[in-house]
């Protein structure tokens, strides 16, 4: 019993940042339709960044927050500069750019970094929670700041002017501008807060898996499963999806032999395929119904 | 009386498709201008040229200001609000919600809580159902909240494109007699698109009548409405 409480728990710490990841890649979904194959390398090159700054002498905390400010200005950047000129390009043509920027950012943070693993340090510390054995402080620190995130984001969307503008724009991009919405920058918004947030899980993980070019790789296929299995299209649904994930993928490397911890990654991907043959709008996502 | 919308040579494009041909009119301020022809005459299409939702040429004229090359956004601010063809409902968005993106561009935050109050008098309907998600209202109600939408703005023009269209006959009765008083109370001038011309005409004070993209023909309403060949070659009734 003692494991499975362990095993649920810990999946539940991996699964808060699956649902970031997830709740990256929805935001961007909902805003250009396209599904961000870079979501991953920009988290990782942003958690390199915070890494750089605390090789500086940066306290880890101010790190943290100038990072979300870097990301949340880059994520804005790389709209205006690649996708903004693409809006309107067939959809191959995206995947393209999304592809390139995936090669371009790995490449980059090699060069700059190199590709050997480094220690990533946790502010909260790696013993017992509580002096509990079933979690440790960093897992809970993961599950702390996310919820502290996700409720941010609630309050965001549900109750700020802006927040509703971005939720227009995002839904009858139409309409919106016949308000006076300026939707182009509602997507370049969603493109920062999205990076944003991918940073923050980036930098949760980071202590987990260690800090190298190709870390976030394996978090964002488990993100991209989260995303389909709550559906790409509610935010919520992703959020559940994250956890339910971590908490699946866990449990599948304990109770069913023959998995372990190697076939962890492809049970993700039978997930996947599992919700679109049976579910194709994901649990919480909405059918599209088009007139014909 | 002054011109509030002046439309001079207008020419609109649907690709290499022209949709336009040069139509010209003009709207005063406080009237309730009707544009009334068959489909596919260009109505639809004067009302997205004036927003900039459509590629055109000619010359645009608000209240003295040019509004070519103004993107569509930024003729929102100018008092203009537009209730689309399909009536444009955020339908995944509570009722309330849809009220306050019409006032987006507002800054005025006490104004806004009462002009919703204000709208939940026109339309008691919407207060009821005002945490309701907008896409579960009937069409009725969906034109109604669509109408308060464009209201939220304060706007001194309203657009509007046929908002009779799916309506059961009482219900679009209804919704004339309170945009005949939206126009009259609340002195917003408006600019209907109509298909059906005999309700548009008892309603408007002004006409004019597009066929293939020109102004064939344009007065009084009432003149319009009463002359029986005009009646029976253009509004076929």
Redesign the interface.
């Given at each position: 019993m003692e494991l499975f409480t362990n095993q649920v728990l810990a999946g539940i710490a991996t699964g808060a940042i699956y649902a970031c990841m997830a709740l990256a890649v929805v935001m961007i979904y909902q805003a250009i339709d396209h599904l961000n194959f870079a979501q991953g390398e920009m988290a990782m090159f942003s958690t390199f960044i915070s890494w750089q700054l605390m090789q500086w002498g940066v306290s880890y905390w101010a790190a943290f927050v100038i990072t979300l400010a870097f990301s949340f200005v880059a994520g804005i950047a790389i709209e205006r500069i690649l996708f903004k000129p693409l809006a309107k390009a067939p959809v191959l043509t995206n995947v393209a750019g999304f592809i390139a920027l995936f090669a371009i950012i790995n490449s980059s943070a090699g060069l700059i970094w190199d590709f050997t693993i480094k220690q990533y340090p946790t502010p909260f510390g790696s013993a017992p929670f509580l002096g509990s054995q079933l979690i440790s402080t960093h897992q809970a620190g993961m599950i702390g700041v996310t919820v502290l995130l996700l409720l941010g984001l609630y309050f965001f969307f549900q109750y700020t002017?802006i927040g509703?503008?971005m939720?227009?724009a995002a839904?009858?991009p139409?309409?919106?501008?016949?308000?006076?919405?300026?939707?182009s920058w509602m997507i370049a918004l969603g493109w920062g807060m999205a990076t944003a947030i991918g940073s923050i899980a980036g930098m949760l993980i980071a202590p987990v898996v260690f800090l190298e070019p190709n870390m976030m790789g394996g978090v964002l296929i488990y993100g991209f499963a989260a995303a389909v299995l709550g559906g790409l299209s509610s935010p919520f649904g992703a959020v559940v999806g994250g956890f339910l994930v971590g908490v699946f993928e866990n449990l599948a490397g304990t109770y069913i032999p023959g998995v372990g911890n190697e076939l962890k990654l492809p049970i993700a991907l039978a997930l996947i395929i599992s919700v679109l043959v049976v579910k194709p709008a994901g649990l919480f996502g909405?059918q599209i119904v088009k007139r014909v | 009386m002054t011109t509030l919308l002046n439309v001079k040579d207008l020419r609109a494009y649907y690709g290499q498709v022209q949709a336009l041909h040069g139509l010209s009119f003009s709207l005063n301020e406080g009237s309730l201008t009707t544009l009334l022809g068959a489909n596919g005459a260009g109505k639809t299409t004067t009302l997205r040229a004036i927003?900039n939702?459509v590629r055109s040429t000619g010359g645009i004229e608000f209240d003295g200001k040019p509004l070519n090359n103004k993107?569509?956004?930024?003729i929102?601010?100018f008092g203009i609000?537009?209730v689309?063809q399909g009536r444009?409902?955020?339908?995944?968005?509570t009722v309330e919600?849809n009220l306050?993106?019409?006032a987006?561009?507002r800054k005025d935050s006490a104004g806004i809580v009462s002009d919703i109050e204000r709208m939940y008098a026109h339309f008691p309907v919407l207060k009821q159902r005002h945490t309701q998600q907008a896409g579960t209202l009937s069409g009725g109600e969906q034109q109604m909240l669509a109408v308060a939408?464009a209201l939220m703005?304060r706007p001194r023009l309203m657009l509007l494109d046929e908002p009779s269209f799916g309506l059961a006959p009482l219900v679009v009765r209804d919704l004339f007699g309170i945009l005949g008083k939206i126009n009259r109370e609340d002195k917003v001038s408006i600019l209907v698109v109509e298909q059906n011309a005999q309700l548009a005409l008892e309603l408007a004070d002004q006409a004019y009548v597009i066929e293939t993209g020109r102004i064939v023909m344009s007065g009084n309403a009432k003149d319009i409405a009463n002359n029986e060949e005009i009646r029976k070659s253009y509004l076929g009734y």
């Open positions: 002017r509703l503008a939720r227009a839904s009858v139409e309409s919106a501008r016949l308000v006076g919405i300026n939707t909405r | 927003c939702m993107s569509t956004e930024s929102v601010r609000a537009h689309p444009g409902t955020f339908t995944t968005m919600e306050q993106l019409g987006i561009t939408r703005l």
